[in-house]
């Protein structure tokens, strides 16, 4: 493998999934999966590198750290998704602290210029809708990504030094995926509140992220919703 990859970190969905079709054969991919909602064999004959990973895991960052120096590839453009559904799980504050803290590890490596992550470039983060409509709730869930987009621009200015583009993606309902879990109720909300009256397509959001990595030059540390106008 190459010196240099894309790495998508935790994306085992429909916008992973989409991302990948998208990315071809520009760069290797190194693809982490924490669950089996994936089937990582139909991607092999992309040539592309899937090694599961539990983010969840305190020694997650290390993990990882490992699987880049065994392929020797150093990634030059890393995509988190941040999604995180399990709403109802007892140990959902230790899955919260346990992702922030992974995160946190590998954007202090990055940039102490950690020889693992020395050649990257361009950090994307895919969130939910929420980080950017300032919602009235005291939820964890969202309150983890409040936080978390805080710790990144936390980072701009050293990362700007640096050469490093480093945005989020605030993904809105789309008709696949999780989209399709939500209660008519909540999907009619949506709609109601949607200028272009839709759901959004995985493509479209893979297309952004592609565009990102791919073509930006310029943009840093926004959040860029793609939401069909809420």
Not at 209 to 224: A, E, F, S
Request: glycine share 8%; with cysteine.
């Amino acid at each position: 493998m190459s010196e240099g990859c894309d790495l998508i970190i935790g994306g085992t969905g429909a916008i992973g999934t989409s991302l990948i079709k998208k990315l071809g054969s520009e760069l290797p991919l190194l693809f982490t999966y924490r669950n089996n909602l994936i089937d990582a064999n139909k991607f092999y004959c992309l040539d592309r590198r899937f090694f599961k990973l539990d983010c969840n895991n305190l020694g997650a960052a290390e993990q990882l750290a490992q699987e880049l120096g065994v392929v020797h590839s150093k990634p030059l453009n890393i995509i988190f998704s941040c999604f995180v559904y399990d709403l109802n799980s007892c140990d959902y504050m230790k899955i919260v602290n346990s992702q922030f803290l992974f995160i946190s590890k590998i954007l202090q490596a990055i940039e102490r210029d950690d020889a693992v992550y020395a050649s990257c470039r361009n950090i994307v983060f895919v969130v939910p809708m929420n980080i950017s409509k300032d919602l009235a709730t005291g939820s964890d869930y969202f309150i983890l990504f409040k936080m978390l987009r805080q710790l990144v621009l936390n980072y701009i200015f050293k990362f700007g030094k640096k050469g490093i583009l480093c945005n989020f993606v605030s993904v809105g309902i789309l008709d696949e995926g999780f989209g399709t879990r939500l209660a008519q109720k909540e999907k009619n909300d949506y709609l109601k509140h949607c200028s272009l009256k839709r759901f959004g397509k995985v493509e479209e959001v893979a297309n952004l992220i592609h565009w990102l990595i791919r073509k930006n030059t310029l943009i840093q540390g926004q959040v860029l919703s793609i939401d069909g106008g809420l």
